[in-house]
């Protein structure tokens, strides 16, 4: 039985009775913050199934009417969640992504050496992963890694695989800081930052933060990996790997999905396109914001046929269905939970008391506490799970010390993508782990110093960019 099922209770139990100046309804949300919170770190029972359990404790204790609870679950990111999960199930289901790698992977260039097409091959797991979820991206690729590492002999494949696979893992996860839709608590520290601290940021506005603080962590913890091996194992050539040759229905499933995905995109980055042009993009946002541009590109694939005599078209429902809905309730789950820590007061007593006690009072000390706390939760669950609890109290803490909470609360949010040092810290850390060539003292040994290295990069790079 999982510790976290008695846990929860005990724990929701002991916060309710603390004697600390809250309302009524404080304590409550108080108790519901420590059930939640210890659910979500045990995954005692499904991290959906906690957000639901959340907002239905919200209402059962009388902290708030059902009304004001469940409109939470109709947030427009939440569509834009639905939107861009579509469009990746669309990609991977016809090989879109698939058929980008090998194309890239095959050309003279970058099979002229070993190191390079290493190099190149964890750059479309950051490049995909700006788009797909990273467990996607991580599963696509890694057979990919696996027929790689086959191009060296028997004792140097051991030594180079963990190069290989982690970069997998590692570079689908910093890639999805790059964009709103890379990763889900990107998604979630936007709409925190909305609600708690009236911050809006565009998807053009995010890149232009993240996708630099993501390019330098990624190359930062490359090639700090390639410190640990001789440089003759890059300067082997490549034999060209197994392609794969579409049929004519799939190659055109795959420009229809080439096209619905450019429309989106440039739907989405339009608005920041008008503003460095100087001219003003309010029409645009109030019309067209993030979550309807998603939903018209996926929509749009139930339009475009793949064969228009036999009535099919570039995606089913059924296809649809697929994507991860469980994601969408616990975004929804953490809207409810931070939406009430601040309307009860919770998030505020918690901020003071977190400052009356810490140190340093400027606003890079905080950008980079917050930071390596996202970074030692996310260790021991989910990046979704740990982004939940923790950008509340940022925002919080910020509001109470007069720090705009943008920077603070992008750090945490970024950081909550760099759990590297266990296999239970991220899916795609998992998923590279089973191929049993990379053992837990390797894997935690590199983690300590990636996790290091990605937390002063997106502490220094928030504060310098954002």
Request: net charge neutral; charged share 10%.
């Amino acid at each position: 039985m999982n510790r976290g099922l008695w846990l929860a209770p005990a724990i929701s139990i002991v916060l309710y009775l603390l004697p600390v100046p809250l309302s009524p309804e404080g304590h409550r949300m108080l108790g519901v913050l420590g059930m939640a919170t210890t659910l979500w770190i045990s995954e005692a029972i499904p991290l959906p199934a906690t957000a639901l359990l959340v907002a239905a404790s919200v209402v059962l204790l009388g902290i708030a009417p059902a009304s004001e609870v469940f409109v939470v679950f109709a947030d427009p990111l939440l569509f834009l969640f639905i939107g861009s999960f579509i469009l990746a199930e669309a990609m991977q289901v016809h090989g879109l992504d698939r058929r980008f790698a090998h194309a890239i992977l095959h050309t003279g260039w970058v099979r002229a050496k070993s190191g390079r097409m290493i190099f190149i091959y964890c750059c479309i797991s950051f490049v995909i992963s700006m788009w797909v979820s990273n467990t996607a991206t991580t599963a696509m690729l890694y057979p990919i890694g696996l027929s790689l590492l086959r191009i060296f002999p028997e004792g140097e494949r051991t030594k180079i695989a963990p190069l290989v696979l982690l970069m997998t893992s590692f570079g689908a996860s910093i890639g999805g800081m790059a964009t709103p839709v890379g990763t889900p608590p990107n998604l979630i520290g936007i709409g925190f930052l909305r609600e708690l601290a009236n911050e809006s940021i565009s998807f053009g506005g995010w890149m232009k933060s993240a996708l630099p603080v993501s390019i330098l962590t990624f190359v930062g913890i490359y090639f700090s990996m390639r410190l640990f091996y001789s440089h003759e194992l890059f300067d082997k050539p490549v034999p060209e790997l197994p392609g794969e040759t579409p049929d004519s229905i799939t190659r055109r499933a795959q420009k229809n999905v080439a096209v619905c995905f450019g429309i989106t995109v440039f739907l989405w980055l339009f608005p920041s396109i008008i503003l460095i042009s100087g001219g003003d993009s309010k029409w645009w946002e109030a019309r067209l914001p993030e979550s309807v541009a998603a939903v018209i590109g996926a929509v749009l694939l139930f339009l475009l046929p793949v064969d228009w005599k036999q009535r099919t078209f570039t995606i089913t429902w059924k296809q649809a269905q697929n994507i991860n809905w469980g994601i969408i309730l616990l975004f929804g789950g953490g809207l409810v939970l931070g939406k009430f820590l601040f309307k009860t007061g919770v998030a505020k007593y918690l901020g003071d008391s977190l400052t009356a006690i810490y140190p340093f009072h400027s606003e890079f000390m905080y950008i980079a506490l917050f930071t390596f706390l996202a970074v030692f939760i996310s260790e021991f669950t989910s990046n979704t799970a740990s982004a939940n609890p923790i950008l509340p109290i940022c925002i919080a803490v910020s509001q109470s010390v007069s720090i705009d909470p943008l920077k603070p609360a992008l750090a945490a949010t970024l950081a909550s993508s760099l759990g590297f040092m266990l296999p239970i810290s991220t899916a795609p850390n998992a998923i590279v782990f089973g191929s049993g060539l990379i053992p837990i003292k390797t894997m935690i040994r590199y983690g300590i110093l990636l996790d290091l290295i990605g937390a002063i990069v997106v502490a220094v790079g928030v504060y310098l960019l954002a």
